[in-house]
């Protein structure tokens, strides 16, 4: 049962664009959602998260949103830059016991000059 | 700076053996965890420990074990090297929370 998904493999965006990539999940538990970036041959860096408490969180070009009704979450970046190229997983956890992550399947971001 | 140091960037196995993948952090994280990553199926939890001495599977267990002896150290086993384990490992650890740190990962192939 895949708890968090990311429905789009793939997205191309052009430079200086807007990304957004999307999530859903199915547990209406989870209360802490995630966003990583992965290169090739290296482990995923943390970019942004946000709790179930907010509807939006700002770091720089990267914002998250949150729709709890609809079961939601989604990553903009603005503007995109080449070295956004890289794939990118979310991922979700309850607050209970040792909170493992629930990661999404990825979604592959091509910015293209 | 934050780490989580993982023994191996790449191991080829034959299979059969045993094999064992290391895992070090330095952040006193209680909790530790194993995933592997292949494409299409993103990352899936084998298993985790929140304590040490104490463990829990996650998602895909079989042909897996795990140890932790001390806080810092989770150490993923394969106790039979199979060749669909070939595959991406990477080892994390957290507090409550918080994000989770990756290791750089272990690409490991079955031969």
């Known amino acids: 049962d895949q708890q968090v998904k990311q429905n789009s493999p793939s997205l191309s965006v052009q430079e200086g664009r807007i990304s957004i990539l999307n999530c859903d999940y199915t547990?209406?538990?989870?209360?802490?959602f995630l966003w990583y970036k992965k290169y090739p041959a290296e482990g995923p860096t943390f970019l942004i998260s946000i709790s179930s408490i907010k509807d939006k969180n700002e770091d720089g070009r990267f914002t998250v949103f949150l729709n709890k009704s609809a079961k939601h979450l989604s990553l903009h970046i603005v503007p995109s830059q080449p070295g956004d190229s890289a794939v990118y997983f979310c991922a979700a956890s309850r607050p209970q016991g040792a909170q493992k992550l629930v990661f999404g399947q990825g979604t592959r971001l091509t910015i293209n000059p | 700076d934050v780490k989580v140091t993982q023994s191996s960037r790449y191991l080829v196995k034959r299979t059969g053996e045993k094999v064992f993948l290391e895992c070090v952090q330095d952040?006193?994280?209680?909790?530790m965890f194993w995933y592997r990553q292949d494409p299409g199926l993103g990352l899936r939890l084998i298993y985790f420990?929140?304590?040490?001495?104490?463990?829990e599977k996650g998602d895909i267990p079989e042909g897996y074990s795990v140890s932790r002896e001390k806080k810092e150290r989770f150490s993923l086993i394969l106790e039979s090297a199979s060749t669909n384990q070939t595959s991406m490992y990477l080892c994390a650890s957290r507090m409550v929370n918080t994000e989770a740190f990756f290791g750089q990962g272990t690409r490991l192939t079955v031969v």
């Open positions: 547990n209406s538990m989870f209360d802490y």
């Open positions: 420990s929140y304590d040490v001495k104490m463990k």
């Open positions: 952040m006193d994280h209680e909790n």
